[in-house]
């Protein structure tokens, strides 16, 4: 019987890395200075979402229950961008938003009252609204994670 060999693959990258190329560190900043560039257009994505989502809480029931693939795929795209552009407090409600339609899919929990208030608190913190102070942001914030968990939901 032959014995075990093992074998080391030349590693091609290491010649690259040894050249003082960018640190990690170097990389990440260059990376949120571009993040930081894209804001404004990013806060133009988010105010355009928001301008599609909000007619919804002017809905009927039987309406945003046919229509919770929508609200939830435009809460998502805020989720996902809000926090690069800073509205922390916008991504984190409109995560809410996501996950009481979840909730619904999963757990067959549906409040149309509790989600209609949250699609009515995006125009408190939304970048073209006046501004509130981050406490007022982080209160408003806080207020709706107690509704949902009052009515057993998560994040």
Do not use: Y
Request: hydrophobic share 45%; no cysteine.
């Amino acid at each position: 019987m032959n014995s075990a060999r093992v074998f080391t693959p030349e590693n091609h990258l290491a010649r690259h890395m040894s050249r003082g190329g960018p640190t990690s560190a170097e990389l990440i900043a260059d990376a949120d200075k571009r993040v930081s560039a894209l804001a404004d257009s990013i806060r133009g994505f988010v105010v355009g979402k928001l301008q599609e989502i909000r007619p919804f809480a002017d809905q009927t029931d039987d309406d945003l229950l046919a229509e919770i693939d929508v609200i939830s795929g435009l809460a998502m795209n805020i989720v996902e961008v809000g926090d690069a552009a800073g509205l922390n407090a916008l991504a984190d409600l409109t995560r809410g938003i996501v996950t009481m339609i979840d909730g619904f899919r999963t757990l067959g929990v549906w409040h149309t009252a509790a989600l209609r208030l949250h699609i009515r608190a995006l125009g408190l913190l939304s970048p073209d609204a006046p501004p509130l102070s981050r406490q007022d942001e982080a209160r408003i914030v806080e207020d709706l994670q107690n509704m949902r968990r009052s009515i057993g939901l998560t994040d």
